[in-house]
């Protein structure tokens, strides 16, 4: 980006918010987690973030342009490449589309289960790699050892939230803040309004995975009982949640991009994310007026 003249700030700013994506769509390792805590199904919550991903995408597309229109200096105009060099590009995409289309695919239709869909997943990441021959041994390698470290931290924080749940129901904390609420006289409205500033709020401070992890015990029951879609539910708090990926003080992935960029001060990466910030915001009161966005694409699949 910053080779075609895109300024720093700006750049770093949309590669850390654009990270956020792997969050929100499929195979989200939050969304795994939360079907660990909530019970809910696996394939169910990977369709529904189909729509509010593309949804988050389109948004933060158009905060892209708007900015650019804005604030001209951003980034450098250059003239279109022509059709047949653009033609001549697309077939990069089609690797991601198999792996993607592979995984979500066979879970929508029944053919494999969450579990299974992980191993196809696999199978196809190797089969692509060894068809375009870019896997090595070393790569091989590299990428089992980043997934036994993730899966090692994610075992750990399941293990964590299941002692803390544990504790939360000895100490009865769930029940006495649902009564506190009960006692506001809010309607499910303000309630909903609430549990999002405080994850808003806390994903500033916290890792959004901890995050969840900690909170899903005790706000997970209370939007049940208040009628609330669970899957819409889940998907509402995991794109808030991302907003304090990126900002700050615990803004995770704009740390990542400014150890990669270190030229670029961290202050100047946050101020490039900041442009980005309406897109969540608009995603989520999106998801609010239409909830069925969230809900339309399991239902119409019959994912189980």
């Known amino acids: 980006m910053r080779h075609y003249g895109y300024q720093g700030a700006f750049a770093a700013g949309t590669v850390a918010v654009g990270a956020t994506l792997g969050v929100v769509i499929p195979p989200s390792v939050v969304l795994i987690v939360i079907s660990l805590q909530t019970g809910l199904s696996v394939s169910r919550l990977f369709l529904a973030s189909v729509v509010p991903g593309i949804l988050l995408l389109a948004f933060f597309v158009a905060c892209a342009q708007a900015a650019a229109l ?14 047949a060099e653009r033609l001549k590009a697309l077939p990069g995409l089609v690797e991601v589309l198999a792996l993607w289309g592979g995984v979500l695919g066979g879970m929508g239709f029944g053919i494999v289960t969450p579990t299974e869909a992980g191993g196809l997943g696999s199978l196809i990441a190797l089969l692509l790699g060894a068809c375009s021959r870019q896997l090595t041994l070393r790569g091989l390698l590299d990428a089992l050892k980043d997934t036994l470290c993730l899966t090692c931290m994610i075992l750990l924080l399941v293990a964590g939230a299941m002692i803390y749940g544990k504790f939360l129901t000895a100490t009865r904390l769930p029940f006495a803040l649902a009564d506190l609420v009960a006692a506001l006289q809010m309607g499910p409205g303000g309630v909903l309004f609430c549990i999002l500033v405080i994850y808003f709020f806390g994903g500033m401070v916290m890792d959004a995975l901890a995050l969840l992890l900690v909170t899903m015990p005790v706000f997970f029951p209370l939007t049940a009982g208040l009628g609330f879609d669970p899957y819409w539910f889940a998907l509402v708090i995991t794109i808030i949640t991302t907003v304090g990926a990126v900002t700050p003080p615990v803004g995770v992935c704009s ?14 990466i946050f101020r490039g994310v900041f442009c980005y910030l309406p897109a969540y ?24």
């Open 70 to 83: 804005l604030r001209p200096g951003l980034v450098q105009r250059r003239p279109k490449a022509p059709l």
């Open 255 to 268: 740390y990542v991009v400014s150890s990669t960029c270190r030229d670029i001060p961290l202050p100047d």
């Open 281 to 304: 915001f608009a995603a989520i009161a999106l998801l609010a007026a239409l909830p069925g966005l969230a809900t339309w694409l399991p239902a119409a699949l019959g994912a189980p």
